[in-house]
T-cell receptor, first 115, second 112 residues
């Protein structure tokens, strides 16, 4: 049973560029959430997708956008990159209708460095 | 809003020592509580969870009890190993379980 997979694992961009990160949820999961983890900090919630729609959003600017596909996979897009966007981006999946405890399964993350 | 506060690290222990990592929370309603662990270079893994007051979550020798009266969920282990060296995050489920709110994390270093 494949867990949550993310790509790419590492990438380097320059200020002002755009980046797309990808995530495939754990088999049987239909909900995907994205978190940003800055160095030395806990993960911060960016947004969550369910049924191909953004359902909830954290305190992140509109430069951060996402998408969910019919197969439940998801993308995170960040435009006009800033140095402060350098972080580990974590994707997490869950099964909305089968678990209301809030447990999430995380991928290993995509480490973004903005120069 | 909801929040989680963890004891600051790093926590450095010798092998077989007793571990406590403190975690307190502020929340409306009745959130579920979690401990996640992050090993070097890896993503977060669920260590244990508790979904209601007085529940005790346990896994791999780690335990934590959901204390509503003290709004706490302290992580304990009776005898740590070098392989337990990692970053530990306390978290609560927010808004009906749709998202997690994490603490800042506590680095644990276990020396042989």
């Amino acid at each position: 049973d494949a867990g949550v997979t993310q790509s790419p694992t590492h990438l380097i961009k320059t200020r002002g560029q755009q980046v797309t990160l990808r995530c495939s949820p754990k088999s049987g999961h239909d909900t995907v959430s994205w978190y940003q983890q800055a160095l030395g900090q806990g993960p911060q919630f960016i947004f969550q997708y369910y049924e191909e729609e953004e359902r909830q959003r954290g305190n992140f600017p509109d430069r951060f956008s996402g998408h969910q596909f019919p197969n439940y996979s998801s993308e995170l897009n960040v435009n006009a990159l800033l140095l402060g966007d350098s972080a580990l981006y974590l994707c997490a999946s869950s099964a909305r209708d089968r678990d209301d405890t809030g447990e999430l399964f995380f991928g290993e993350g995509s480490r973004l460095t903005v120069l | 809003g909801n929040s989680v506060t963890q004891m600051e690290g790093p926590v450095t222990l010798s092998e077989e020592a007793f571990l406590t990592i403190n975690c307190t929370y502020t929340a409306t309603g009745y959130p579920s509580l979690f401990w996640y662990v992050q090993y070097p270079g890896e993503g977060l893994q669920l260590l244990l969870k508790a979904t209601k007051a007085d529940d005790k979550g346990s896994n791999k020798g780690f335990e934590a009890t959901y204390r509503k009266e003290t709004t706490s969920f302290h992580l304990e282990k009776g005898s740590v190993q070098v392989s337990d060296s990692a970053v530990y995050f306390c978290a609560l489920s927010d808004q009906g379980g749709n998202k997690l709110v994490f603490g800042a994390g506590t680095i644990l270093r276990v020396k042989s």
